[in-house]
């Protein structure tokens, strides 16, 4: 898989496996090219998966993120994979960026992430729609930026 080869050769999976490893995380095959580094122990980050090339660490087991019930959990972690695959390590820098920006749009990192919204913010369990913080409705730039619709200041199609 084109996704595995570029991101063993940008380095990012490496870095995932140094992390899962370094924290006791238990290293498997999943589908789809990812490895599945379960029982990851640290607090940070706080969420139960998050991606590291194309490994995807999470607190839970192996069984756990490949249950059926959780195939589209599995599949937005997946295309956080082929983010890193475009990226490589620029995409630590230009997440945290959005992240940032989701912040100060809303009280959300995920929100307004396009990385999360790229991934599917309903499939990683992300609320699909927060209002815009004040000072974003009051800036017509912002408006245009995010449209009306958008920043659900108004019915959509008005």
Same mark, same amino acid.
């Given at each position: 898989m084109t996704r595995t080869v570029l991101t063993?050769?940008?380095g990012t999976t490496l870095i995932g496996l140094?992390?899962?490893?370094?924290? =006791?995380?238990?290293?498997r095959r999943g589908r789809h090219g990812v490895l599945i580094a379960e029982n990851y122990r640290l607090r940070m980050p706080p969420a139960t998966c998050f991606t590291v090339g194309s490994v995807i660490i999470t607190k839970r087991t192996a069984e756990w993120l490949?249950?059926?019930?959780?195939? *589209?959990?599995?599949?937005?972690?997946s295309r956080h994979? =082929?983010?890193?695959a475009v990226? =490589?390590?620029?995409?630590?820098?230009?997440?945290?960026?959005?992240? =940032?920006?989701s912040i100060a749009l809303t009280t959300s990192y995920g929100? *307004?992430?396009?990385?999360?919204?790229?991934a599917g913010l309903a499939d990683g369990h992300y609320p699909e729609d927060l209002p815009l913080r004040p000072w974003a409705?009051? *800036?017509p730039w912002a408006l245009r930026m995010f449209? *009306?619709?958008d920043g659900r200041t108004t019915p959509p199609g008005t």
């Open positions: 063993a050769v940008n140094l992390i899962a490893l370094s924290t =006791g995380a238990r290293v490949l249950a059926e019930e959780r195939a *589209r959990l599995l599949a937005h972690e994979a =082929g983010q890193y990226l =490589g390590p620029l995409f630590w820098p230009a997440y945290w960026l959005a992240c =940032g920006w929100v *307004r992430n396009w990385f999360e919204r790229n409705l009051r *800036r449209g *009306r619709e």
